[in-house]
T-cell receptor
Framework: DGGITQSPKYLFRKEGQNVTLSCEQN?????MYWYRQDPGQGLRLIYY???????QKGDIAEGYSVSREKKESFPLTVTSAQKNPTAFYLC?????????????FGDGTRLSIL | GDSVTQMEGPVTLSEEAFLTINCTYT??????LFWYVQYPGEGLQLLLK?????DKGSNKGFEATYRKETTSFHLEKGSVQVSDSAVYFC?????????????FGKGTLLTVNP
Protein backbone atom coordinates (compact mmCIF):
# COMPACT_ATOMS: atom_id res chain seq x y z
CA ASP A 1 0.00 0.00 0.00
CA GLY A 2 1.19 3.50 -0.75
CA GLY A 3 1.78 5.87 2.11
CA ILE A 4 4.12 7.97 4.18
CA THR A 5 6.54 6.35 6.61
CA GLN A 6 8.05 8.33 9.45
CA SER A 7 10.78 6.93 11.66
CA PRO A 8 11.48 6.53 14.42
CA LYS A 9 8.14 6.71 16.23
CA TYR A 10 9.84 7.95 19.41
CA LEU A 11 13.13 9.85 19.59
CA PHE A 12 15.12 11.26 22.47
CA ARG A 13 17.63 14.08 22.19
CA LYS A 14 20.33 15.15 24.55
CA GLU A 15 21.09 18.81 25.10
CA GLY A 16 23.29 20.24 22.33
CA GLN A 17 22.67 17.32 19.99
CA ASN A 18 21.30 17.36 16.46
CA VAL A 19 18.79 14.68 15.53
CA THR A 20 17.30 13.74 12.16
CA LEU A 21 13.73 12.59 11.59
CA SER A 22 13.08 10.44 8.56
CA CYS A 23 10.15 10.81 6.15
CA GLU A 24 9.69 8.57 3.11
CA GLN A 25 6.73 8.44 0.73
CA ASN A 26 5.88 6.02 -2.07
CA UNK A 27 2.89 7.97 -3.36
CA UNK A 28 4.92 9.61 -6.14
CA UNK A 29 3.93 13.00 -4.72
CA UNK A 30 5.92 16.07 -5.75
CA UNK A 31 5.32 18.20 -2.65
CA MET A 32 6.33 17.35 0.91
CA TYR A 33 5.86 19.19 4.20
CA TRP A 34 6.98 19.12 7.83
CA TYR A 35 4.65 20.25 10.64
CA ARG A 36 5.12 20.58 14.37
CA GLN A 37 2.21 19.77 16.71
CA ASP A 38 2.09 21.06 20.26
CA PRO A 39 -0.78 20.36 22.68
CA GLY A 40 -3.67 22.75 22.15
CA GLN A 41 -1.95 24.62 19.32
CA GLY A 42 -2.85 22.74 16.18
CA LEU A 43 -0.14 22.23 13.57
CA ARG A 44 2.45 24.72 12.42
CA LEU A 45 4.47 24.50 9.19
CA ILE A 46 8.25 24.16 9.54
CA TYR A 47 9.42 23.61 5.93
CA TYR A 48 7.94 22.52 2.65
CA UNK A 49 9.30 21.37 -0.70
CA UNK A 50 7.56 21.51 -4.06
CA UNK A 51 10.25 19.72 -6.05
CA UNK A 52 13.53 17.88 -5.64
CA UNK A 53 16.47 20.07 -4.59
CA UNK A 54 14.18 22.94 -3.62
CA UNK A 55 12.52 23.84 -0.31
CA GLN A 56 11.08 26.89 1.46
CA LYS A 57 10.78 27.98 5.08
CA GLY A 58 7.44 27.81 6.79
CA ASP A 59 6.27 29.75 9.83
CA ILE A 60 8.68 28.26 12.39
CA ALA A 61 11.85 27.25 10.49
CA GLU A 62 14.37 28.57 13.01
CA GLY A 63 16.41 25.76 14.55
CA TYR A 64 15.45 23.26 11.83
CA SER A 65 16.98 22.19 8.51
CA VAL A 66 15.83 19.95 5.67
CA SER A 67 17.06 18.43 2.43
CA ARG A 68 15.26 17.07 -0.63
CA GLU A 69 17.77 15.06 -2.63
CA LYS A 70 15.23 12.46 -3.73
CA LYS A 71 11.56 12.80 -4.60
CA GLU A 72 10.51 10.22 -2.03
CA SER A 73 12.56 11.49 0.91
CA PHE A 74 12.38 14.69 3.00
CA PRO A 75 14.40 14.35 6.23
CA LEU A 76 14.14 16.98 8.98
CA THR A 77 17.08 17.82 11.25
CA VAL A 78 16.33 19.37 14.61
CA THR A 79 19.48 21.29 15.51
CA SER A 80 20.81 22.33 18.88
CA ALA A 81 19.64 25.86 18.03
CA GLN A 82 16.04 24.74 18.51
CA LYS A 83 15.61 25.50 22.20
CA ASN A 84 12.24 23.86 22.68
CA PRO A 85 12.22 20.79 20.43
CA THR A 86 9.86 18.60 22.46
CA ALA A 87 6.84 18.08 20.20
CA PHE A 88 5.07 15.71 17.84
CA TYR A 89 6.43 16.07 14.29
CA LEU A 90 4.29 15.23 11.28
CA CYS A 91 5.40 14.80 7.68
CA UNK A 92 2.92 15.21 4.83
CA UNK A 93 2.87 15.06 1.06
CA UNK A 94 0.57 16.10 -1.77
CA UNK A 95 0.40 15.48 -5.50
CA UNK A 96 1.49 19.03 -6.22
CA UNK A 97 1.59 22.14 -4.08
CA UNK A 98 -1.83 23.46 -5.01
CA UNK A 99 -4.43 24.87 -2.66
CA UNK A 100 -7.12 22.31 -3.43
CA UNK A 101 -4.91 19.25 -3.15
CA UNK A 102 -5.27 17.40 0.15
CA UNK A 103 -2.17 16.56 2.09
CA UNK A 104 -1.54 13.00 3.25
CA PHE A 105 0.13 12.55 6.63
CA GLY A 106 2.46 10.05 8.21
CA ASP A 107 1.96 8.71 11.74
CA GLY A 108 4.44 11.15 13.28
CA THR A 109 7.58 11.12 15.40
CA ARG A 110 7.45 12.17 19.04
CA LEU A 111 10.66 13.93 20.08
CA SER A 112 11.60 14.39 23.72
CA ILE A 113 14.57 15.91 25.49
CA LEU A 114 16.58 13.84 27.95
CA GLY B 1 -3.05 36.65 7.77
CA ASP B 2 -5.10 33.53 7.36
CA SER B 3 -6.62 31.97 10.45
CA VAL B 4 -9.02 29.22 11.50
CA THR B 5 -11.09 29.26 14.67
CA GLN B 6 -12.85 26.14 15.83
CA MET B 7 -14.90 25.49 18.91
CA GLU B 8 -12.93 24.56 21.95
CA GLY B 9 -13.35 21.15 23.41
CA PRO B 10 -13.45 18.75 24.78
CA VAL B 11 -16.82 17.66 23.47
CA THR B 12 -18.39 14.64 25.15
CA LEU B 13 -21.43 12.94 23.62
CA SER B 14 -23.38 9.76 24.05
CA GLU B 15 -23.51 7.26 21.22
CA GLU B 16 -26.09 8.15 18.52
CA ALA B 17 -26.12 11.84 19.51
CA PHE B 18 -25.93 14.63 16.93
CA LEU B 19 -22.53 16.27 16.48
CA THR B 20 -21.66 19.80 15.44
CA ILE B 21 -18.15 21.22 15.59
CA ASN B 22 -18.05 24.86 14.57
CA CYS B 23 -15.32 26.25 12.34
CA THR B 24 -14.92 29.78 11.01
CA TYR B 25 -12.08 31.19 8.98
CA THR B 26 -10.39 34.38 7.86
CA UNK B 27 -8.66 34.40 4.50
CA UNK B 28 -8.25 36.49 1.40
CA UNK B 29 -9.59 35.18 -1.86
CA UNK B 30 -11.24 31.79 -2.09
CA UNK B 31 -9.54 29.21 0.12
CA UNK B 32 -10.07 25.48 0.02
CA LEU B 33 -11.39 24.06 3.29
CA PHE B 34 -10.68 20.71 4.94
CA TRP B 35 -11.56 18.63 7.97
CA TYR B 36 -8.92 16.23 9.24
CA VAL B 37 -9.26 13.63 12.00
CA GLN B 38 -6.49 12.39 14.30
CA TYR B 39 -6.86 9.18 16.29
CA PRO B 40 -4.67 8.72 19.39
CA GLY B 41 -0.98 8.30 18.58
CA GLU B 42 -1.51 8.64 14.84
CA GLY B 43 -1.12 11.21 12.11
CA LEU B 44 -3.93 13.15 10.49
CA GLN B 45 -6.36 11.64 8.02
CA LEU B 46 -8.35 13.69 5.55
CA LEU B 47 -12.05 13.44 6.45
CA LEU B 48 -13.60 15.72 3.83
CA LYS B 49 -12.96 18.83 1.79
CA UNK B 50 -14.69 21.61 -0.16
CA UNK B 51 -13.01 23.83 -2.69
CA UNK B 52 -15.62 26.49 -3.52
CA UNK B 53 -18.59 28.27 -1.98
CA UNK B 54 -21.71 26.14 -1.35
CA ASP B 55 -19.78 22.89 -1.91
CA LYS B 56 -20.68 20.16 0.57
CA GLY B 57 -17.98 17.71 1.56
CA SER B 58 -19.09 14.36 2.99
CA ASN B 59 -17.49 11.13 4.16
CA LYS B 60 -18.35 8.36 6.65
CA GLY B 61 -21.55 10.14 7.67
CA PHE B 62 -19.80 13.46 8.33
CA GLU B 63 -20.77 16.56 6.36
CA ALA B 64 -19.62 20.18 6.09
CA THR B 65 -20.80 22.96 3.78
CA TYR B 66 -18.56 25.81 2.58
CA ARG B 67 -20.45 28.98 3.55
CA LYS B 68 -18.69 32.02 2.13
CA GLU B 69 -21.26 34.49 3.47
CA THR B 70 -20.61 33.40 7.05
CA THR B 71 -16.98 32.24 6.43
CA SER B 72 -17.84 28.94 8.06
CA PHE B 73 -17.31 25.21 7.51
CA HIS B 74 -19.06 23.49 10.40
CA LEU B 75 -18.68 19.72 10.77
CA GLU B 76 -21.83 17.67 11.44
CA LYS B 77 -22.80 14.05 11.92
CA GLY B 78 -26.28 12.81 12.63
CA SER B 79 -25.40 9.86 14.86
CA VAL B 80 -21.95 9.49 16.37
CA GLN B 81 -20.31 6.20 17.33
CA VAL B 82 -17.71 5.36 19.95
CA SER B 83 -15.24 4.85 17.10
CA ASP B 84 -15.61 8.55 16.17
CA SER B 85 -13.71 9.54 19.32
CA ALA B 86 -10.71 11.54 18.08
CA VAL B 87 -9.36 15.06 17.60
CA TYR B 88 -10.88 16.95 14.68
CA PHE B 89 -9.01 19.75 12.88
CA CYS B 90 -10.46 22.33 10.56
CA UNK B 91 -7.95 23.71 8.03
CA UNK B 92 -7.73 26.02 5.06
CA UNK B 93 -5.39 26.34 2.13
CA UNK B 94 -5.21 29.84 0.76
CA UNK B 95 -5.71 30.39 -2.95
CA UNK B 96 -2.88 31.63 -5.10
CA UNK B 97 0.61 32.58 -4.00
CA UNK B 98 3.59 30.31 -3.69
CA UNK B 99 3.05 29.02 -0.18
CA UNK B 100 0.52 26.20 -0.22
CA UNK B 101 0.57 25.51 3.45
CA UNK B 102 -2.42 24.40 5.46
CA UNK B 103 -3.53 26.73 8.25
CA PHE B 104 -5.04 24.67 11.06
CA GLY B 105 -7.42 25.36 13.88
CA LYS B 106 -6.35 24.20 17.33
CA GLY B 107 -8.35 21.00 17.18
CA THR B 108 -11.44 19.75 19.02
CA LEU B 109 -11.29 16.59 21.09
CA LEU B 110 -14.44 14.49 20.74
CA THR B 111 -15.22 11.68 23.17
CA VAL B 112 -18.21 9.45 22.48
CA ASN B 113 -19.43 7.30 25.36
CA PRO B 114 -21.40 4.07 24.87
Amino acid sequence: DGGITQSPKYLFRKEGQNVTLSCEQNLNHDAMYWYRQDPGQGLRLIYYSQIVNDFQKGDIAEGYSVSREKKESFPLTVTSAQKNPTAFYLCASSIIARDNQPQHFGDGTRLSIL
Amino acid sequence: GDSVTQMEGPVTLSEEAFLTINCTYTATGYPSLFWYVQYPGEGLQLLLKATKADDKGSNKGFEATYRKETTSFHLEKGSVQVSDSAVYFCALSASGGSNYKLTFGKGTLLTVNP
